[in-house]
């Protein structure tokens, strides 16, 4: 008659060690964003489907932790990189000029940076650039510093912590040829100028 308490107290035991181990596990999937996955001009990838309730279990789960709220494809389209055009990880300790000759084909886009995939506090609360606030180049386009040092112009602060450091460039209402060719799309380089 004793056994059956211990019995019991070793299935709950069981099932709550399993449910944690799975919650760590959903939880370490959906963190690991693959920045190999999509399509796009190099460094900048895409996915279709982001924010469509067609997209795939996994893909709506890391939506849902590191993307929330994101909209459908013919709304906003979504491009991410962790890695400067050269193919090394973005870090907090080094500067990077971001420059573009040309802008891409949407009514309105930003471009921000992320820590962890959240912004980063700064003492001038700017936490992106947009297509109406950014300052261009006489000769067209523009560029865009982003460091954690302070620079003149089109700055984007990156802080000075370490993490997992993101790039997101988000067209809203796109031309719906992008998502048929997101490597054709005119997005900026990636260039790192120095680190500490």
Do not use: H
Not at 9 to 35: I, K, P, R
Not at 78 to 87: L, M, P, V
């Amino acid at each position: 008659m004793q056994l059956r308490p211990l019995w019991l107290a070793g299935l709950f035991a069981t099932a709550l060690a399993g449910a944690g181990g799975g919650a760590w596990a959903a939880w370490l999937a959906t963190g690991q964003v693959d920045e190999n996955a999509g399509r796009g001009p190099a460094p900048w990838k895409t996915m279709a489907g982001t924010g469509s309730a067609a997209a795939g279990k996994l893909q709506r789960a890391t939506v849902a932790r590191v993307g929330i709220w994101a909209l459908p494809d013919s709304e906003v389209i979504y491009f991410n990189t962790e890695s400067d055009s050269s193919g090394e990880p973005l870090r907090a300790g080094c500067t990077y000029r971001l420059e573009a000759r040309t802008e891409p084909a949407a009514r309105w886009w930003s471009i921000g940076v992320y820590r962890d995939y959240f912004w980063i506090d700064n003492a001038i609360d700017r936490y992106s650039l947009t297509s109406s606030t950014i300052r261009r180049l006489p000769a067209g386009g523009y560029a865009v510093t982003v460091s954690g040092a302070p620079a003149q112009g089109n700055w984007l602060p990156l802080g000075e912590r370490e993490g997992r450091i993101t790039l997101l460039f988000r067209l809203y209402q796109p031309d719906p040829a992008i998502m048929a060719n997101p490597e054709v799309v005119p997005l900026p380089s990636v260039r790192r100028l120095q680190c500490r």
